[in-house]
């Protein structure tokens, strides 16, 4: 068996200073995170700790927790200590609770210091206690919360408009030496999403932590996310992701990873290559597909399974896959590693691509090659 495919890259990467987040690095030459944010009332320890487990299971790198009131500034030192990826506080308004955030052990405070401007040294003070316990911060400049200053000039929340309230907002910091930042500047709409991105990479080289805001429910945030993160992912622009749905967190992380892998950023896990199915189908494709795919869910190694519909496509898709299966005649030929191995019947088809995908993942797993 060989190593799994190197993938073909897209763009160097924008060179960005690297920040430490926790125990993950973002920025410079890190690999692109994935990050979600808890639904849980943070005050709730144990729910929110769940939440944050499952996350974790799921393949998210970091995860941030809101922080409105003082029961979730008092929660954040448990959750810190407990959870096992970099907690970040996302506070607005209220300079006691990012104190009590780094006090907490968070990994990083999302926090714009514009709003907190009014206490004027309080800034100050952020920058000094952030720097003295290695603290990064976002900036985090939302179309919906921007500056009334800059929606008057600009009439609306433009790209222009977003980067020069990020870089405001970091200049803030910046007076008192302070540099350890990440910036989001996130908008609905995709197009104005990436051209402020590219705009803000063009102008600082602070990490930046791509998203679409409310991005809306799971297919259409899905597929936002999707296109504007390819869009900028693709230029080198972009070191951490989170993809905003009105879905489970779990799910943010699962389209996260997906973009990633897809994009070559991120060695690929599972990959099922199935075909649309046509008139030519012999099989129902979708329902084998479905079938592979529920499986060998959770198998952790680089595995592509082609699961294709006729012989016209099949064997070839089948041959350059780990594993196929080219279907025709109610019958299935089997290939691993480009060879045929065997014909089963069509009802032995997913038992016999679980069974020989298996196999190869335990011969992957001797070999030390995971995903
Ligand atoms: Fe159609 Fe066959 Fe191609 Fe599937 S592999 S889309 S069934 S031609």
Not at 310 to 317: A, K, M, R
Request: net charge negative; with cysteine; charged share 25%.
């Amino acid at each position: 068996l060989g190593m799994p495919d190197v993938p073909a890259k897209l763009a160097d990467r924008r060179v960005s200073r690297k920040i430490q987040v926790g125990t993950v690095a973002v920025g410079g030459d890190a690999p692109v995170s994935v990050q979600s944010m808890t639904t849980t009332r943070t005050s709730d320890i144990g729910s929110t700790l769940q939440q944050i487990a499952e996350l974790t299971a799921s393949g998210c790198q970091i995860v941030r927790v809101a922080c409105p009131t003082q029961d979730d500034a008092d929660a954040l030192a448990t959750i810190a200590r407990k959870s096992q990826i970099p907690v970040i506080a996302d506070i607005h308004f209220q300079p006691k609770y990012v104190f009590q955030a780094i006090d907490a052990g968070c990994a990083a405070v999302r926090v714009n210091p514009g709003n907190i401007k009014q206490f004027d040294d309080k800034v100050k003070e952020i920058a000094h206690a952030a720097s003295a316990s290695g603290t990064p911060i976002r900036i985090g400049v939302n179309a919906g919360s921007l500056d009334k200053r800059l929606l008057e000039r600009y009439g609306k929340a433009t790209p222009e408009a977003l980067v020069e309230s990020a870089l405001w907002e970091c200049s803030l910091f910046e007076e008192h030496g302070f540099r350890d930042i990440k910036i989001s500047v996130k908008h609905n709409d995709p197009v104005v999403m990436v051209n402020a991105y590219r705009l803000l990479a063009q102008r600082c080289d602070y990490p930046l932590h791509l998203g679409v805001t409310e991005a809306g429910p799971a297919f259409q945030g899905t597929i936002k996310s999707a296109v504007a993160f390819g869009a900028l992912l693709s230029e080198g622009i972009g070191d951490t992701i989170r993809v905003s749905l009105s879905a489970p967190p779990a799910e943010e992380v699962k389209v996260g990873i997906q973009i990633l892998e897809s994009l070559g950023l991120r060695q690929r896990g599972l990959e099922i290559v199935s075909c649309p199915s046509c008139g030519r189908a012999q099989v129902d494709v979708y329902k084998l597909a479905d079938e592979v795919t529920a499986g060998l869910e959770g198998m952790d190694v680089p595995l592509r399974v082609a699961v294709m519909g006729c012989v016209v496509n099949g064997p070839g898709e089948a041959r350059e896959a780990d594993l196929g299966v080219a279907s025709g005649n109610g019958k299935g030929q089997i290939f691993v590693k480009g060879e045929v191995i065997k014909t089963v019947p069509e009802a032995k088809i997913v038992e016999t691509l679980i069974d020989e995908a298996m196999k190869i993942a335990e011969q992957m797993e001797r070999d030390g090659v995971t995903s």
